[in-house]
């Protein structure tokens, strides 16, 4: 697979992205290159704006795995001002947790090589 990092980036870019529209102003973010796979883990607060956008992120995050989207439409991730692009983060990442309470909120997500 081509680009791999610069796809693991364009990830982190889309995350930061939504989580600044949530209203995060502490943004912590720890990406690892393991032997097996990429783990990103993003910690931050936000201002609590209903469930909706948590929801969100949730179902976009944990769709399935789909790598003909993710050949072809990587390079699209990070790129909007109108929208994001969270479901096609869903599609180029393995798996994604998520846990969030009061007001901060931490993401995992991992990435196998191939």
């Known amino acids: 697979m081509k680009h791999v990092k610069k796809r693991i980036a364009k990830i982190v870019d889309e995350l930061t992205t939504y989580f600044f529209s949530m209203g995060a102003t502490d943004i912590n973010i720890n990406l690892k290159d393991e032997k097996e796979f990429y783990k990103i883990s993003l910690k931050c607060n936000y201002k609590y704006k209903g469930k909706e956008k948590i929801d969100k992120l949730i179902k976009s995050l944990k769709c399935e795995k ?42 995992t997500l991992i990435k196998y090589k191939d």
């Open 66 to 107: 789909q790598e003909g989207m993710e050949e072809y439409f990587w390079e699209l991730a990070g790129d909007s001002d109108v929208d994001t692009e969270l479901t096609l983060v869903g599609m180029m990442t393995d798996e994604a947790e998520i846990d969030y309470n009061g007001n901060e909120i931490e993401v």
